[in-house]
């Protein structure tokens, strides 16, 4: 019963990329909500949620709360005036927040130790988002939507601090190597999407931009809850 859960996972998020290729927006309405749906399903039948994995299982559901909040913010989805977009943009940036929240909790529960490595990694995560964030904010500027400029900040520095906590597993002796690998790789897909969606919104389109982050957020949440299962599961 898990796999067939974790497969019609890998189902719904295929068809809700053909979705977006196609602009099917009706099979969206069901597809991309679904993709969580049948992550979280798989998640609590194989986790048991205990310990640690209350804070992955909760960062699925809230990351599910998130994806319809931002199929409400786009108004081809419904046909909603645009400060009804920018009040759901905030809503779905706010639920996602707390889902990146609930992922660093769970990464640091227990605490991990402060070693040299802390430094070297928290320096190549700053290095790499700091030009990025900067860019993007100075085009939400640009825009005219400067309102959404603290919140961006507030949300990049929440989803750097997510990507250091999953890539510090690799250097943890409490952490299995190929559960610190996926949540890694997991991670840098996560914030991959969230980059997409930020620069395909405040800086400049790109093309198949919504398909390029729709891939990388669902292969980077499939990655990082298949390696909290690995680490933490039953």
């Not at 905030?90 to 660093?104: E, K, N, Q, R, T």
């Not at 928290?122 to 290095?127: D, S």
Request: contains cysteine; charged residues 10%.
């Amino acid at each position: 019963m898990p796999s067939i859960l974790f497969a019609l996972a890998i189902l719904s998020a295929l068809l809700e990329w053909v979705a977006v290729y196609k602009n099917w927006r009706n099979v969206e309405y069901v597809a991309k909500p679904g993709v969580m749906v049948f992550l979280f399903a798989w998640f609590l039948l194989t986790s048991g949620l205990r310990g640690p994995v209350i804070w992955f299982g909760l960062g699925i559901l809230l990351s599910l709360v998130g994806d319809v909040f931002l199929m409400l913010s786009c108004r081809n989805y419904f046909k909603l005036r645009y400060s009804n977009e920018r009040r759901w943009f905030l809503f779905g940036l706010g639920a996602f927040l707390l889902a990146h929240i609930a992922y660093i909790l769970g990464f640091n529960t227990p605490p991990p130790p402060f070693t040299g490595m802390t430094f070297v990694v928290a320096l190549i995560v700053l290095m790499s988002a700091l030009p990025l964030i900067r860019r993007i904010l100075l085009g939400a500027a640009q825009k005219g939507l400067r309102r959404l400029v603290e919140p961006v900040r507030v949300y990049a520095t929440v989803i750097s601090l997510m990507l250091f906590s999953a890539l510090m597993t690799l250097f943890r002796t409490d952490w299995l190597s190929m559960p610190a690998y996926l949540v890694s790789l997991g991670a840098v897909l996560f914030v991959s999407s969230d980059m997409l969606l930020a620069w395909n919104k405040f800086v400049h389109p790109i093309r198949r931009g919504r398909l390029a982050l729709m891939i990388t957020y669902h292969l980077g949440q499939m990655a990082l809850i298949a390696g909290a299962v690995g680490q933490f599961g039953k």
